[in-house]
Each structure stands twice: as structure tokens, then as C-alpha cells.
């Protein structure tokens, strides 16, 4: 199934529309099976991920990419779509994990890989691999190169 990865901001206007759940957590954070998506006006389109684990949270750097990364058109397998319950395509929102550095923030990338995919309707969501993985980079660069003319960089 295609996604859209469009930018839905209605989602981001009520509190209670904000939480979901992961019942497998994150690759790696397993333990934390509860989300939040947090954000603030002058930080968009970097929104934050707070995962709730059983002591503790964790924080996360996310973006939706519609908008931001124009040729990524994510395709999930079927019985990915099938877990999560989709529909429709428009049923899903896309979250993609950005990785910054402290030192050099311009190299900041996102992982367009292993996107989290949400089911809008169910608030389920869940970390997977995209089946057209091969077209894309998990270390994709969010700022097009300084010395690239205007190229954007994906490793």
C-alpha cells in the first residue's frame, strides 16, 4: 500500500489527539509502548516524540516529510497495512526520526527507511521497514549541501 506523507496539522491541535500507542515500541525501546507527539509553533515542521516507558521517557526529533522530502512516496507492505488496520492511505501518518548533531546541526538527517507509521483512526502505530526501502537512505540529509550547489546529499 502507498502512504501519503502529508502534513495533517488538525492532528496537532487537540491534546487527545496526540497520543498513541506502539505495542511494539521503537526498534530498540521495545519497553515503551505509549507516544506523544509534541510540538511547538516556533520549532515546525521538528516536532517532538516522547515515548513512555514503565520508570522513564524518551524524547525523539520527528517530522512528517510531506512537504519537506518531495520525491518520498513510502510503500508498506500488505500485511504491514493489514497489522496496523489501513484502509486507506490517507488513514496513515508518517513520522520520520531526524538525527541531529550537537556540533554540527546543517548535518542533521532522517531516517526515511524505517519511517513510524500511525493508524489515524485506531491510534496504533508502529516502526517498520518500507517495502521500496531500496529507493532511499536512512541517513537522508535535511540540509542540501553547502559546497553541492544546491544538491541534496543521501547516503
Known amino acids: 500500500m502507498k502512504v501519503m506523507p502529508e502534513i495533517y496539522p488538525t ?3 487537540a491534546p487527545s489527539s496526540n497520543t498513541f500507542t506502539l505495542p511494539s515500541g521503537l526498534i530498540g525501546f521495545e519497553q515503551y ?3 506523544e507527539l509534541l ?12 515515548l513512555i516507558g514503565p520508570a522513564d521517557s524518551l524524547h525523539f526529533v520527528v517530522i512528517e516529510p ?4 518531495s520525491d518520498y512516496e513510502p510503500e508498506l507492505f500488505e500485511d504491514h497495512a493489514q497489522t496496523l488496520d489501513l484502509n486507506n492511505p490517507a488513514e496513515a501518518m ?8 550537537r556540533q554540527s546541526p546543517l548535518q542533521a538527517t532522517v531516517n526515511l527507511v524505517g519511517p513510524i507509521v500511525i493508524n489515524r483512526r485506531t491510534r496504533v502505530g508502529r516502526q517498520l521497514v518500507i ?10 540529509s535535511l540540509v542540501e549541501n553547502p559546497q553541492g550547489a544546491g544538491r541534496v546529499t543521501s547516503h
Do not use: C, E, M
Open 11 to 13: 492532528d496537532l491541535d
Open 33 to 35: 509502548k505509549q507516544a
Open 39 to 50: 510540538y511547538q509553533a516556533d520549532h515546525l515542521p521538528f516536532l517532538w516524540l516522547k
Open 66 to 69: 510531506g512537504g519537506l522530502i
Open 94 to 101: 508518517i513520522l520520520n526520526i531526524v538525527t541531529l548533531q
Open 131 to 140: 517495502s521500496n526501502y531500496s529507493r532511499y537512505s536512512s541517513h537522508h
